[in-house]
């Protein structure tokens, strides 16, 4: 495996987080989730697809594959970007001043498919894992519902569809493991 501030090379897919300093949350509203999202579009896309997210209350993961033609410095520069306008933003809707995000984003590039298809999964139910919810299919900030009813948005979808045979066989693999995750830590949940 990479290391948490990898190298980036375009052609190559890296997961990427970053969480919020201190434990101050990232994410107070609906809207700033979709701000963020927003931002994710304008900001990251030129620089690379989006296969997976999962915007959670004080930090994210976004699964991303730099484009060939895109020079590491441009990606690095729009992920800086991506936070530093949602952070401005969200310090003056809430009075705050500050940094918001730890410094920097964390990135790790992915080397075989074993741990590609491993942290799709891992984003997807990112919200299962911090305890959150038992029902992560449903978590409103995650691209894993965009993958079910065919709306990829700013997402691409096609190479994961095309990996797992569709977006059934998608459901299958990611409830599968997420029963047994579920099942072996069930007792550390308040639920």
């Given at each position: 495996?990479?290391?948490?501030?990898?190298?980036?090379?375009?052609?190559?897919f890296?997961?990427?987080?970053n969480?919020?300093?201190?434990?101050?949350?990232?994410?107070?509203?609906?809207?700033?989730?979709?701000?963020?999202l927003?931002?994710?579009?304008?900001?990251?896309?030129?620089a690379?697809?989006?296969h997976?997210?999962?915007?959670?209350?004080?930090?994210?993961?976004?699964?991303?594959?730099?484009?060939?033609?895109?020079?590491?410095?441009?990606?690095?520069?729009?992920?800086?970007?991506?936070?530093?306008?949602?952070?401005?933003?969200?310090?003056?809707?809430?009075?705050?001043?500050?940094?918001?995000?730890?410094?920097?984003?964390?990135?790790v590039?992915?080397?075989?498919?074993?741990?590609?298809?491993?942290?799709?999964?891992?984003?997807?139910?990112?919200?299962?894992?911090?305890?959150?919810?038992s029902?992560?299919?449903?978590?409103?900030?995650?691209?894993?519902?965009?993958?079910?009813?065919?709306?990829?948005?700013?997402?691409?979808?096609?190479?994961?569809?095309?990996l797992?045979?569709?977006?059934?066989?998608?459901?299958?693999?990611?409830?599968?493991?997420?029963?047994?995750?579920?099942?072996e830590?069930?007792?550390?949940t308040?639920?």
């Amino acid at each position: 495996m990479g290391t948490k501030f990898a190298k980036i090379v375009p052609g190559h897919f890296f997961h990427i987080c970053n969480r919020a300093v201190g434990s101050e949350p990232l994410f107070l509203l609906p809207a700033d989730y979709y701000s963020f999202l927003d931002r994710i579009g304008k900001f990251v896309i030129p620089a690379a697809e989006l296969h997976a997210y999962c915007l959670m209350s004080n930090h994210y993961h976004l699964l991303v594959r730099v484009r060939d033609e895109v020079k590491p410095e441009f990606f690095i520069s729009q992920m800086n970007r991506l936070q530093s306008t949602y952070a401005k933003k969200f310090n003056f809707i809430n009075e705050r001043i500050g940094g918001l995000f730890m410094r920097p984003f964390k990135r790790v590039m992915i080397e075989t498919e074993a741990h590609l298809i491993t942290t799709f999964w891992y984003i997807h139910r990112n919200p299962l894992h911090h305890l959150i919810t038992s029902d992560w299919e449903s978590w409103p900030y995650s691209s894993y519902s965009h993958y079910l009813r065919e709306e990829p948005g700013i997402l691409t979808t096609n190479f994961f569809k095309d990996l797992f045979g569709g977006a059934e066989q998608i459901r299958q693999h990611h409830r599968l493991q997420a029963d047994y995750y579920w099942r072996e830590h069930r007792s550390l949940t308040l639920e």
